[in-house]
């Protein structure tokens, strides 16, 4: 099991465009959550996905939304680029119900760039 | 405003010292918190969360409410145990999660 796995690795985008970031939770987990993690911040929970639907949502505006596949990965889609989402975009992934904090399993990152 | 601080960016210790990393929270309610590692050039993972009242690779963590802290600690360092350290609360009248800007841990031989 490579356990959480997300796409791409990094990723360069123009301030106004949209971008598309992937997960695929680890083998038995049918529950994802997304953050962001700007550099020298720890984590912002930006949304998570159980049962193809979004359960719980942080303080993100809805440029920001995703999806949950029947496989139950999942994707964060952000629209309308700007400077400051710059990041590093996390994926967790955990089995069954609970808060976002339950999610033990974290990916590897995406770092997208805006320019 | 609920919040997690975490006061220091960055702490050194010497292997075979004791350590202790700081956390604060701002919260009315009931928190769960917990804390997670991230070592160098790996993934974010959970270390352990008040709730289990566990020890993971001799680290423990008690919650204050009187204080609201969660410090994390450990009576002797490993230089393993150097690492990037976050310390996070689940605010579960508001289903908000909050993580601290965390704090670096680096052990000197």
């Known amino acids: 099991d490579a356990g959480v796995t997300q796409s791409p690795t990094h990723l360069i985008k123009t301030r106004g465009q949209q971008v598309t970031l992937r997960c695929s939770p680890k083998s038995g987990h049918d529950t994802v959550s997304w953050y962001q993690q700007a550099l020298g911040q720890g984590p912002q929970f930006i949304f998570q996905y159980y049962e193809e639907e979004e359960r719980q949502r942080g303080n993100f505006p809805d440029r920001f939304s995703g999806h949950q596949f029947p496989n139950y990965s999942s994707e964060l889609n952000v629209n309308a680029l700007l400077l400051g989402d710059s990041a590093l975009y996390l994926c967790?992934?955990?089995?069954?119900?609970?808060?976002?904090?339950?999610?033990?399993?974290f990916g590897p990152g995406t770092r997208l760039t805006v320019t | 405003a609920q919040r997690v601080t975490q006061p220091e960016k960055l702490l050194s210790v010497f292997k075979g010292a004791p350590v202790e990393l700081k956390c604060n929270y701002s919260?009315?309610?009931?928190?769960?918190l917990f804390w997670y590692v991230q070592y160098s050039r790996q993934r974010l993972q959970l270390l352990l969360r008040?709730?289990s009242r566990e020890s993971i690779k001799g680290f423990t963590a008690d919650l204050n409410k009187g204080e609201t802290s969660f410090h994390l600690k450990k009576p002797f360092a490993q230089e393993e145990d150097s690492a990037m350290y976050y310390c996070a609360l689940e605010m579960n009248r508001d289903d908000k999660i909050i993580f601290g800007k965390g704090t670096r841990l680096h052990i000197l031989p």
């Open positions: 008040h709730i």
């Open positions: 967790a992934s955990s089995p069954g119900t609970g808060g976002p904090l339950r999610a033990e399993y």
């Open positions: 919260y009315s309610g009931s928190p769960e």
